[in-house]
């Protein structure tokens, strides 16, 4: 038997919305169950636990029906862990909506028609508490407290795409009892433990230097000419938000199944051309047509070496291969010569991949 740990109603996003065949005004019951009764919830053990979603209409017509069943003799009133389990009473007593055992009969009622509903997400940290509300972008945000005094964030878009996104350690050994989410500031929720109420920011955009940790947090978007993260709302300018984060298919010369952001690389694997070759053509996709200066940066091995960048068109952007007396740096390496190649425009990394100057190939010894 699944017990309820955590629980909290509140309004979807637009996206979650479409996916249950609701209105966002429409109300939700988010829940977090585990196969254990929390008799002392600050000494709970980890075990497994599922995030489910209702609709509070759905809850209500079940229970109507389970009511209306009852009261024509037909099932026990119960359930077991409150009550004796005895036999419904029939009665002719009309149940709308809004009966809420107003008669000492039949009280109170099992029903033979369980509220059902598919877990959406499973973790295996003890859960306390949960707040849900909609963000700016039709996703519908949930942050999970758990016992450790950690915060999960996680976004929903559908039933079917529910994703971690962040976890804060916000109080270490201190369970998160309680969130608060203030009707006059969307910005911050408040969080209660047993010691202290803490004042906590819901988005936190300008911490991520990078498009893609920027992109996963659904509060934030991308500025394409600034290279920086920002705040999404009403007055958002998308035609210089980033959709997408520069990024790459393959690269279709390698031997060692290295996974990049590149549709293509020239010149070929071969060290000897490699090395007589004066750049490498990068072919990139989601990357706008940005003027500055680029640099290329091959970090591997403990160093870096910079080489000049350059963005000819909108497909490709040109490295210059490093000098052969750089690469006399790394003689150690006799099979092999890999980097992560960086690429920096006006010092901001915009594009990142591995790459192998000098074939890497497993040898079996």
Not at 164 to 191: C, H, R, S
Request: hydrophobic share 35%; aromatic share 8%.
């Amino acid at each position: 038997m699944d017990f309820l740990q955590a629980a909290y109603t509140g309004k979807p996003g637009h996206l979650l919305a479409k996916s249950l065949g609701i209105s966002p005004k429409d109300d939700l019951l988010f829940g977090i169950f585990g196969s254990k009764f929390q008799e002392n919830r600050l000494t709970t053990r980890d075990e497994e636990f599922a995030l489910c979603v209702y609709t509070l209409r759905s809850i209500d017509l079940i229970l109507k029906r389970n009511i209306q069943t009852c009261f024509q003799g037909i099932g026990n009133i119960g359930p077991d862990h409150v009550g004796p389990p005895l036999n419904c009473r029939t009665a002719n007593i009309p149940i709308g909506d809004n009966y809420c055992g107003q008669y000492d009969v039949n009280h109170p009622i099992n029903g033979p028609e369980p509220i059902q509903s598919q877990g959406i997400l499973s973790f295996n940290r003890s859960a306390s508490s949960i707040i849900a509300f909609p963000a700016q972008n039709g996703e519908t945000i949930i942050f999970l407290g758990l016992q450790k005094g950690t915060i999960k964030k996680i976004r929903i878009r559908s039933i079917l795409f529910v994703e971690e996104y962040g976890e804060i350690k916000l109080t270490i050994g201190i369970p998160i009892l309680q969130f608060t989410l203030p009707a006059m500031d969307q910005n911050n929720v408040f969080v209660l433990t047993s010691k202290k109420l803490i004042k906590m920011a819901v988005e936190v955009c300008s911490c991520y230097d990078s498009c893609v940790g920027c992109l996963r947090d659904p509060f934030c978007g991308w500025n394409i000419q600034t290279h920086s993260c920002f705040v999404l709302d009403n007055e958002t300018d998308h035609n210089s938000t980033a959709q997408q984060c520069p990024s790459v298919s393959h690269i279709n010369r390698t031997k060692d199944n290295i996974s990049s952001a590149l549709q293509n690389i020239n010149p070929s694997t071969d060290w000897t051309e490699n090395i007589t070759k004066n750049e490498i053509i990068l072919t990139v996709v989601n990357l706008p047509q940005l003027r500055g200066q680029y640099t290329c940066v091959f970090n591997g091995y403990g160093a870096t070496l910079k080489t000049d960048g350059e963005r000819p068109d909108m497909e490709s952007i040109h490295c210059a291969m490093p000098m052969g007396k750089d690469l006399q740096l790394y003689p150690f390496v006799k099979d092999c010569l890999g980097f992560e190649l960086s690429v920096l425009l006006e010092n901001t990394s915009i594009l990142s991949t591995s790459v192998s100057i000098k074939p890497c190939e497993i040898r079996q010894t």
